[in-house]
């Protein structure tokens, strides 16, 4: 059984900065890709950035050179840094793992994420 939990969400003003960490935990052997996603309110969950084992990492368009993934191997922890916020970056954030070696993803409850104007 893996657990993952995250934390570091809040509320802030558009501008402003929020750290995310994310805790795998549990019966781990490795894990492969690590990545953090986020659903707004009536729209579909969408990936925002990914890290893989050899630290290469993708971001989705809306927040290039805002926002910057990173990983703790030896912690099993992602970390998403968040820069420079809008209130289009309001939404619930999830943090995902995938386990090896059979490639099996896991999911947190979420850290809400606020930016007012």
């Known amino acids: 059984q893996v657990q993952v939990l995250e934390s570091g969400g809040g509320s802030v003003q558009a501008g402003g900065s929020l750290r995310l960490s994310c805790l795998a935990s549990?019966?781990?052997?490795?894990?492969?890709?690590m990545a953090w996603y986020r659903q707004a309110p009536g729209k579909e969950r969408e990936l925002v950035a990914q890290?893989?084992?050899?630290?290469?990492?993708d971001y989705a368009e809306s927040v290039k050179g805002r926002f910057t993934i990173s990983r703790d191997n030896a912690k099993n922890t992602v970390y998403l840094e968040m820069n420079s916020l809008k209130p289009d970056d309001t939404a619930v954030y999830y943090c995902n793992v995938q386990t090896s070696p059979f490639y099996k993803d896991y999911w947190g409850q979420g850290t809400q994420v606020t930016v007012s104007s």
């Open positions: 890290i893989d084992t050899g630290n290469d990492a």
């Open positions: 549990g019966s781990i052997w490795g894990i492969n890709r």
